[in-house]
């Protein structure tokens, strides 16, 4: 039963009362609501054994919400009306940014102001993404490709531009997915963007500084600390949810402390990927700016990218995509070979 206006330029409800019962509702007790409805002139969205009640929710209704109705709803309608849940906690997103433009291109939908608001912030995720591999392409790689003679030969600098892009696309999908993750257990985003980013950015300097008494195959231990990485990361998504919901009882202090404790290895271990590539490239210093250049880059892009993934396929799956990012890490540093001034 709902109760609304039309908001202008809308035409929807933006206003619904649900009346539920633990007993079915009688005859009686739903003829007297009809007798409401038509006296206050509320606009009925579905009641029991009524005739005209819409389809879509008879069907929700009679299919408890199956998983096949949802995907069904979505196809015909565009909308995902399905429950969110901790993975996926994205209410307000109805639908997806990589199906977004397809919705809107449809004849039918072209002229409605209501489904452009409702597609219009998947579409501008989408831009933002075009718009970050152009910046890339233009500021970086472009500029990188006409100064390849510097650089040459290719086949040599090659596996360590992929290293440095790969550990910040790496590192920054971990640590949105990381804010997430305790947001849930320290009770508010703000609290969970404090903790994490004074956490990660304390222990990845520590990190970098212990690495300075790495003098000796600096690329090998850049290979065992991004394997490691990847391995914990990969444990990390599937118990530390658990884990942290078993602790959710505990006061603010206590919380905080124990974010610190299971966030500082895993941000150490970032802070010293960085700084071991920088030893593997031996003599060759000009290409320090070229590997700060698109560590960097890598790392702004990877956080659209992880957001458009996180509202598509949720976080957990997201976490673990970044997870296995930095075992590609862990392969590219084996093919880092120490460049002299002369390569």
Not at 129 to 148: D, E, F, H, K, N
Not at 162 to 177: N, R, T
Not at 198 to 207: E, K, N, P, Q, V
């Amino acid at each position: 039963n709902a109760q609304g206006f039309q908001a202008p330029g809308f035409g929807t409800q933006d206003l619904a009362t649900i009346l539920i019962s633990s007993q079915p509702f009688t005859g009686e007790q739903l003829a007297k609501l009809k007798d409401r409805i038509a006296q206050e002139h509320f606009r009925p969205i579905w009641l029991p054994r009524a005739d005209g009640n819409r389809q879509s929710l008879t069907d929700l209704f009679e299919t408890n919400g199956s998983d096949e109705f949802f995907r069904h709803f979505y196809e015909q309608n565009g909308l995902d009306i399905s429950p969110v849940s901790d993975d996926k906690p994205f209410f307000f997103a109805m639908t997806n940014p990589f199906d977004a433009a397809r919705r809107l291109k449809s004849p039918d939908w072209v002229d409605s102001l209501a489904l452009a608001v409702r597609y219009g912030p998947m579409l501008e995720l989408r831009n933002s993404v075009r718009v970050g591999a152009v910046m890339i392409l233009v500021l970086v790689l472009a500029p990188l490709l006409l100064r390849s003679r510097e650089l040459a030969p290719l086949t040599k600098t090659t596996p360590f531009l992929l290293y440095f892009s790969l550990a910040g696309a790496s590192a920054m999908g971990i640590q949105l997915g990381l804010m997430q993750l305790y947001s849930l257990f320290l009770g508010h985003p703000i609290y969970s963007l404090t903790v994490t980013l004074a956490t990660l950015l304390s222990a990845s300097a520590l990190g970098s500084l212990a690495t300075a008494r790495i003098s000796k195959r600096p690329a090998l231990a850049a290979a065992l600390v991004a394997a490691g990485l990847s391995i914990i990361l990969a444990g990390y998504g599937g118990y530390a949810p658990g884990v942290l919901k078993s602790l959710i009882s505990k006061d603010f202090v206590e919380k905080t402390a124990v974010s610190i404790a299971t966030i500082a290895p895993l941000g150490f271990g970032m802070g010293m990927l960085y700084p071991l590539g920088v030893k593997a490239l031996g003599g060759r210093h000009q290409l320090i700016p070229w590997a700060w250049g698109l560590n960097t880059a890598s790392a702004a892009f990877s956080g659209l990218i992880s957001l458009c993934l996180a509202l598509t396929v949720g976080f957990t799956s997201t976490w673990l995509l970044f997870a296995t990012g930095f075992g590609l890490v862990a392969l590219t540093a084996l093919l880092l070979r120490p460049l002299s001034t002369r390569d």
